[in-house]
């Protein structure tokens, strides 16, 4: 068997492909190419599917290209394609589907759809060693669209947002702030001069025995607090707003994951989605699981938002989450 993976990932608002090696033990990025959208959509102040699916069927065939060019391979050398099925837009995934189907009854190869939570999962995997995999798994998935503790041995998902998610925090409170969208990464980088301390925004949910989440609450909060304080004061303090929501949430999603592991009585620990991108939250975790005895498996930077390294990832590692 060809052991050249295409990942090709289109189930949002990135066109995504990537070359994978599978050398049997050791999985190698060959290119990870991606088309992002985010300029399209800013001025909606969200992601409008009609424009993602168009965008999609535009860019699908030059990022491909790329992807080829920088692995420095032809199409043909492609040996099995993997690509997202679920979850995420219907015309934005039906591009990628379609199109990874039709390529591979062309080049006469077979194609798998995988899931998007699964390749999230699996981009943490690219980075460690391959005897993780006979280990028993916990994984929180942070993204725009998700937050989810996940048994993933098990495919058990043992917590998730009863509103709404992790990412969705980031932005919607970043809108709120006129920061634009998404905010998460501008958030990110504002928090870095600010003070964690210097508003204590809620933490809901916080029981040590519940593993779901809740953070509608703190987008209202944020409002309330804008509106308290008035916009003058909300320019001259952003950095301290930024850095004390910020740790708002990545107090709540430590705190649970690790809870979560230990309840379980599970050792590693991954942590990967968008908001894995987050550095508080990647500090606040190995504080927590290092505290604890636990082992955190983090995506490299480049890998924590949405890519077609993960995808192939997905379907190359035998582990898979809860579909
Ligand atoms: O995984 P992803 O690329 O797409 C989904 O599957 O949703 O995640 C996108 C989310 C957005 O909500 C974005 O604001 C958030 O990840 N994000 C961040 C950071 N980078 C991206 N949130 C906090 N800090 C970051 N540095
Ligand atoms: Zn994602």
Redesign the pocket.
Known sequence: MNNIWLGIET??D?TACAVLRDNGGFVEILSNCLYSQIDEHKAWGGVVPELASRAHLEKIVPVLRQALEEAKINVEDIGQIAYTQSPGLMGSLLVGINFARGLAKDLGIKCYGVN?LDG?ICSALLNSQLSTLNSQLMALI?????TELVLVNEKVIVGKTRDD????A??KS?KILGLGY????A???LAKNGDKNFHEFPRALSDANSFDFSFSGLKTAVLRYVQAKGEEFVKEHMADICASL?EAIADVLSLKAVNAAKKHGIENLILC???S???R?RELMAERAAKNGLNLICPSPEL???NGAMIAAAAIFPVKAKA
């Not at 998610?165 to 969705?168: D, W």
Request: proline share 3%.
């Open positions: 189930s949002c990135d998007h999230h942070v993204s725009g669209g998700h998610a992790a990412g969705e980031f932005d970043g998404p905010a998460g990464a958030i990110s980088k910020q989605g968008g908001v991108a987050n550095y939250v924590c938002t949405d």
